[in-house]
């Protein structure tokens, strides 16, 4: 150990041949970040700034890391390949992810176990690839799959439900849902499951239906009305009187992702151009207040304080849209060389958001005070 500071509940300690411990004294977890992390080799010294940053100074440069808001899973597959396509946290805490190789499940927030499952190893599906991940209100988890349907898993058990001549198309670009429905979003129209336990209804939209398009990036329930995010016809919405497109003052019709912020505003990703807001009838560009490091946006999503936030090559923006004010985290925090794959994201219990790229798999923690 050659330092050690205390930011709140967390002892951060430096171990130059080991890298970076946070001990949390109330619960005991333990989370390490490994020299290879951040550049976290030969730590000497540490520092605490007015912001809450902790600032470590090694042999190789000076580091500044926003405390515990990020945290980096680097390697989390034997094989070394971390591109990771998808994401979700399961009701008992565990955290499904896949790539090109298969489907993995590891224990969150515990220092038992480091053990690295692969659900469908053993069973018929174990060769298919997984390319969008969802966790629903039963605690069920969804796999999307490339090109041969989708997967319905029970966390606890490991049964698993196929779906696929049932659906609109194989190819399940991503899952979302709200209580006790789901929806695919697919390169052929999008399909529509409500369940109850065990029981399952399905209902396939496609474009001789009214929706807008049947290549969907994205599909978000949003109460009575439901969202399409699409390629190339805008933004289309499903509520009681059916489907209604828009597209007025956008600058391009490819949306990649829709999502609300804490105040009630709906914002998308534009192909190439950043964020713009929806008022009900068109879309506005962001504030210049809110300008972004980068308009190619992978991941658009929220924190648990109703912050946007945007990731792109360049790094994470978190914007506070009450405010109009941005924080910027890139290569000072180890967000170098980390390209996020298409609205791979998702969240825990406790609002931590995961995001999973090119490099591993992105925590964020979002403290209420970050953007302070």
Not at 18 to 27: D, P
Not at 44 to 63: H, M, T
Not at 134 to 149: K, N, P, R
Request: with cysteine; net charge negative; aromatic share 10%.
């Amino acid at each position: 150990v050659s330092d050690f500071i205390l930011r709140g509940d967390k002892l951060w300690v430096s171990c130059p041949q080991s890298g970076l411990l946070v001990y949390s004294l109330t619960s005991g977890q333990i989370t390490m970040h490994p020299p290879g992390i951040q550049g976290l080799a030969s730590i000497r010294v540490l520092a605490k700034d007015a912001e809450e940053n902790i600032w470590a100074g090694s042999k190789y440069g000076l580091l500044r890391t926003p405390g515990d808001n990020i945290e980096f899973l680097e390697n989390p597959v034997q094989s070394g390949n971390s591109n990771i396509l998808a994401v979700t946290v399961d009701g008992q805490q565990n955290l499904w992810y896949s790539n090109g190789e298969g489907l993995y499940k590891k224990k969150l927030y515990t220092t038992e176990s480091k053990k690295i499952e692969k659900p469908l190893a053993l069973t018929p599906y174990n060769n298919y690839t997984v390319i969008s991940l969802y966790t629903d209100i039963e605690g069920f988890v969804w796999a999307g799959l490339y090109g041969e349907g989708a997967l319905r898993i029970n966390a606890r058990t490991g049964k698993i439900t196929y779906f696929n001549k049932e659906l609109r198309n194989g190819n399940i670009l991503n899952i979302s849902g709200s209580g006790q429905t789901v929806w695919l979003a697919t390169l052929g129209g999008c399909s529509k499951i409500t369940f109850q336990g065990e029981q399952y209804s399905i209902r396939n939209y496609s474009s001789t239906d009214g929706l807008v398009s049947d290549f969907n990036y994205q599909v978000y329930p949003d109460g009575p009305r439901v969202w399409f995010a699409s390629d190339g016809k805008g933004l289309g919405m499903m509520d009681d009187k059916g489907f209604h497109r828009y597209d007025k003052g956008l600058p391009s019709r490819v949306i990649y992702g829709v999502v609300k912020d804490g105040k009630g505003q709906l914002w998308v990703n534009v192909q190439d151009n950043g964020l713009y807001k929806f008022d009900g009838e068109r879309f506005h560009p962001a504030d210049s207040s809110m300008q972004l490091h980068d308009n190619d946006i992978q991941i658009l999503t929220t924190d648990k304080s109703g912050n946007l936030l945007v990731m792109h090559r360049e790094g994470l923006d978190v914007i506070d849209v009450g405010n109009n004010k941005v924080r910027f985290l890139s290569e000072d925090v180890g967000l170098r060389n980390k390209i996020a794959s298409l609205n791979a994201v998702g969240n825990d219990h406790d609002g931590n958001v995961f995001i999973g790229t090119s490099g591993g798999i992105i925590k964020y923690a979002g403290e209420t005070d970050f953007l302070k």
